[in-house]
């Protein structure tokens, strides 16, 4: 199994960016897909979450400003992030997790939201 981040980077307050999880090796359609972030210091927090139904949450942090997708055709999930903050700066992480106790997690992409 694999879970490969991308879209990570530098971005200037109130900037965007997408955040990318291609995922191998599990049958993508039926796991809810999570992106995670971890700060310095900081424990790892769960920011959005879509089911296998589509259904979708998020972190109120990031309410209104984060938006997760899903596209089973391509085995990807994403993470539109508009009018980032400081705040936002961690490693995101996705996240592949199914009631069957199957849990995957990929390496990690650096956010970094500074002017």
């Known amino acids: 199994v694999q879970l490969v981040e991308s879209g990570g980077g530098l971005v200037q307050p109130e900037g965007s960016l997408r955040l990318s999880c291609a995922a191998s090796?599990?049958?993508?359609?039926?796991?809810?897909m999570n992106w995670f972030r971890q700060a310095p210091g900081k424990q790892r927090e769960v920011v959005a979450t879509?089911?296998?139904?589509?259904?979708?949450t998020y972190a109120d942090s990031v309410k209104g400003r984060f938006t997760i997708s899903r596209d089973n055709a391509k085995n990807t999930v994403y993470l539109q992030m508009n009018s980032l903050k400081p705040e936002d700066t961690a490693v995101y992480y996705c996240?592949?997790?199914?009631?069957?106790?199957?849990?995957?997690w990929g390496q990690g992409t650096q956010v970094t939201v500074s002017s």
């Open positions: 879509i089911t296998s139904g589509g259904i979708k």
């Open positions: 996240n592949a997790w199914r009631m069957l106790g199957q849990n995957y």
């Open positions: 090796g599990i049958i993508f359609s039926g796991y809810y």
